[in-house]
């Protein structure tokens, strides 16, 4: 694992797939291996080649709602066959935090669903339901979208009598079927709006998610695949790991090309078919003009800025063009984001 995150400025090239150049696929599930309920496009097919190639499959992911027994029993439904003890969850996570912090056996007030109350019992807490209940700790996890508001009430009454507050994670939005609902960092906001306190948070992208994910899975070189640059890359970033951006969920093209180098991923592809693939290089063209600056080729696409627009030549895959535009525009960016115009050049990708 890198202990110093370089600057980004291209994604990687590989010449094996990375299914084979990678142990462990670290995957996030809503938006990289379904939607809603459903599987997304080409996921079962890819996961299951990828695991009949020998890859190890963990689903690692911030929705704290679910048990893992029943995100396994979800994900065998879709035809991606999974047990109890590979999927990982911010419950998980953010109940070691609380254990280490408070004592055994210690009331919990809970703010979320079955998944968070398990990962506390397994740790041998014993989850309430009122500020009333003398709690050692309040935690907030995903709940779903009928949780009572007079839950946030109890969060709210503990938290201003100085409870320690904790939350799985601060994913703001969630992709549904019907498209983005609010997650557990709109749930959060509501208790910090009304107490001012300050959560200590578990989930991705921070470092207890990936403590949890690397003691569970014993993964020696992993690849976090996602779909979020704000939790799935920026985690693998914090964690010195590769990463696989995918662009089925949340993120899109014009978001990564304004990323900041904690949201730039290793690779990029259109979907989990890109774990069955090697990853063509990004070459920059020999430096020439007035101003030095150099353009960047991936495929039969021809990337470069100039006067603060990205320009875009050539033809071929729309990924290697993406690709290509990366290279330019983070190049120019350096340690910044954003501040150049791409809206031409993703038209003509068709993003």
């Known amino acids: 694992m890198s202990q110093q995150p370089r600057i980004r400025t291209r994604t990687d090239a590989s010449e094996r797939p990375l299914s084979e150049a990678y142990d462990t696929a ?29 890859m190890h499959l963990a689903y690692v992911t911030n929705n704290a709602s679910r048990t893992p027994r029943a995100v396994a029993e979800h994900l065998t439904s879709l035809g991606v066959p999974a047990e109890p003890g590979d999927v990982i969850t911010s419950a998980q996570a953010v109940a070691r935090l609380i254990a280490e912090q408070v004592p055994a056996g210690a009331r919990v007030l809970v703010i979320g669903g079955e998944g968070l109350r398990g990962a506390l019992r397994e740790r041998g807490l014993e989850p309430v339901g009122s500020a009333d209940d003398d709690p050692a700790a309040v935690v ?37 079927a019907r498209g983005i609902a609010p997650g557990n960092g709109a749930a959060v906001e509501v208790v910090r709006l009304v107490t001012g306190g300050e959560p200590q948070v578990a989930g991705k992208p921070l470092p207890p998610m990936h403590r949890e994910t690397i003691l569970r899975t014993g993964a020696v070189r992993p690849l976090v695949v996602g779909d ?106 350096g340690e910044g984001a954003g501040g150049v115009d791409t809206g031409k050049s993703l038209a003509r990708l068709g993003y």
């Open 26 to 54: 670290l995957l996030d599930l809503d938006g990289v291996v379904y939607a809603g309920g459903g599987a997304i496009a080409h996921a079962v097919e890819s996961l299951e080649a990828a695991r009949s190639g020998g």
């Open 140 to 176: 907030q996890g995903y709940g779903g979208p009928e949780l009572p508001w007079g839950r946030f009430a109890e969060a709210c009454y503990a938290v201003a009598r100085g409870v320690p507050w904790f939350a799985s994670n601060l994913d703001l939005t969630i992709p549904s």
């Open 228 to 333: 979020r640059l704000d939790t799935d890359i920026e985690g693998a970033y914090v964690g010195g790991v590769d990463s696989l951006l995918v662009l089925t969920g949340v993120t899109d093209a014009a978001q990564l090309l304004a990323a900041p180098p904690r949201h730039r991923p290793t690779y990029v592809a259109a979907d989990l078919r890109g774990l069955l693939a090697g990853q063509p290089g990004v070459v920059e063209a020999e430096r020439g003009g007035v101003d030095g600056r150099g353009s960047f080729v991936c495929g039969g696409w021809t990337a470069s800025v100039r006067d603060g627009e990205a320009a875009l030549d050539g033809e071929g895959d729309p990924v290697d063009g993406l690709r290509a535009l990366c290279a330019a525009v983070w190049t120019e960016a």
